[in-house]
């Protein structure tokens, strides 16, 4: 399994689309960085205090998990797109073990981007605060499990990625089917439904109930613990329905 | 013992049957012909050997089992299949690279196989640069990867010049001598028969005949080409 798995890690390597998904993501963490520095402590925003540093932990949060989303979506769809799935299954022709392998190579890419964005958000954040004589406690104020919960909801979307890709398996259908989901389906449901608290249950405020970790209960949302346990609940769900494609259809 | 075979295998897409109880068995250490019209069933026969495509009915199997339950597979059996099986954003070298860690095989061979197939001056750009002459030896050194003892090749001429044909010619020939079972299927049967020991034709996905080439072709008096209208028009007549 780690021989596959060591795998699925250098394909993600060897191609330039996951580490365009990297830059462009820690470049939006950066911009977001400097716009947050630029209004905190202005009449009518956030005083500058040791706390931000939460805060600007908590902010990529959603941003990330779609980024990991969109790195197990790309691991799995590139092999069908670029028919190097051949090649795979004739390596490695247990398809369950290969699936599951693809999924724990984009959950730890998903978990490397994270602490890479929270790298560049507590870093940056760090030395606003330092330059404007504010103490920096990265310890306190919800910084570990923030910190703790982005990496937890970027790994669970990427292996929700990797099962959407192998149930899709053309990478244009399966990011428009991602954003029809998340953008219109999510919030067209609980009404259509008349259940509006139905939001919290779903991927999106499952995600945000997760990335609630360490901040005081919103009625809005599941528990933190609920919410991962729901969006791992997705994840796994997703990878079992790719897996069940997979393993009937040809490569 | 490195050997194929293959006992009453059948294919069926809907109502069309693509592979029809086709049966036989490649001594080791020979080069057989795989040959066949368009849409006879070759490649569907090949894919199903390579656990690619599930069998309706039937076994397929390289050292006695089926390909997806041997240990390392990639040191069994040398496949090509397509040449587009490569990232084309991704290098030469590290697409084999790709393949080689997934069989356990070290880096160190990839440098060997891209020798042998006269690519290590192109290992270092994209994949989605080389010409189709090019990709077809890339996937040759991808079969060559595990040193195997059984190779099965779809079309490895496709794209190559006839210097490049030439040379395939002889590295066929040459992974025979070495004791290699080697299964190549191809529609340029003057080449191929240049090239193989023993010669398996199909129609219809079902055999029509597998014997030494010599004997098909008539001991010398008939071309393969000419062997293999003979042989395919009653089964086509019949149809």
């Known amino acids: 399994m780690t021989t596959v798995i060591s795998t699925e890690l250098f394909k993600l390597r060897t191609t330039r689309a996951p580490w365009a998904v990297a830059t462009c993501l820690i470049a939006l963490a950066a911009a977001m960085l400097a716009f947050i520095g630029a209004l905190v402590g202005k009449p009518g925003q956030p005083a500058l205090e040791p706390s931000v540093l939460g805060g600007l932990a908590r902010a990529p949060g959603m941003l990330t998990g779609g980024a990991a989303l969109l790195l197990g979506l790309l691991l799995s769809t590139a092999e069908y797109r670029h028919a190097t799935a051949l090649t795979t299954r004739l390596g490695h022709p247990r398809v369950p073990g290969l699936v599951l392998a693809k999924a724990i190579a984009a959950a730890l890419a998903g978990s490397v981007l994270a602490l890479a964005v929270e790298l ?4 940056g954040g760090a030395a606003i605060l330092a330059g404007r004589d504010v103490s920096v406690e990265p310890l306190r104020h919800g910084v570990p499990a923030a910190v703790a919960s982005i990496v937890m909801v970027a790994a669970l979307h990427a292996v929700a990625g990797v099962g959407i890709g192998e149930l899709l398996r053309n990478p244009t259908l399966a990011v428009g089917a991602v954003l029809v989901w998340a953008f219109l389906a999510e919030g067209v449901l609980p009404v259509l439904l008349r259940q509006p608290n139905l939001d919290r249950w779903l991927p999106t405020g499952a995600a945000r109930s997760a990335l609630s970790l360490g901040l005081t209960q919103d009625s809005a949302l599941l528990i933190p613990w609920a919410g991962l346990s729901v969006l791992a609940a997705y994840a796994v769900g997703l990878l079992l329905v790719g897996l069940g494609r997979s ?3 040809d490569p | ?5 293959v006992h009453g295998l ?8 693509a592979v029809d109880d086709l049966t036989f068995t490649l001594e080791p250490g020979r080069v057989t012909g795989f040959v066949g019209r368009n849409g006879a069933g070759k490649t569907t026969t090949l894919r199903i050997l390579l656990g690619l495509t599930r069998a309706t009915a039937g076994t397929a199997t390289v050292s006695g089992r089926p390909y997806a339950e041997l240990r390392d597979p990639l040191r069994h059996v040398g496949a090509l299949i397509d040449p587009d099986c490569f990232h084309p954003g991704r290098n030469g070298r590290n697409a084999l690279r790709a393949v080689a860690r997934l069989g356990r095989i070290p880096d160190v061979r990839v440098d060997e196989v891209l020798e042998l197939v006269d690519m290590s001056g192109a290992a270092g750009r994209r994949v989605g640069g080389y010409s189709l002459g090019m990709r077809q030896r890339l996937a040759l050194a991808a079969a060559l990867l595990g040193d195997p003892g059984t190779l099965v090749l779809d079309e490895p001429a ?3 010049d006839p210097d490049g044909v030439r040379w395939l010619r002889s590295l066929i020939r040459g992974l025979g001598e070495q004791g290699r079972s080697v299964l190549v299927s ?23 005949a597998h014997d ?3 004997a098909l072709a008539s001991a010398g008096a008939e071309s393969l080409e000419d062997a293999f209208v003979r042989l395919t028009a009653t089964v086509k007549e019949a149809s």
């Open chain 2, 158 to 160: 496709n794209g190559l």
């Open chain 2, 1 to 5: 013992m490195e050997g194929i075979a």
């Open chain 2, 212 to 214: 030494r080439i010599t």
């Open chain 2, 10 to 17: 059948t294919k069926r897409y809907g109502r069309v049957t």
């Open chain 1, 120 to 123: 560049v958000m507590l870093g």
């Open chain 1, 247 to 249: 393993v009937r259809t």
């Open chain 2, 186 to 208: 191809s529609h340029l049967l003057a080449e191929l028969a240049q090239t193989v020991d023993d010669v398996i034709v199909i129609e219809q996905g079902r055999l029509v």
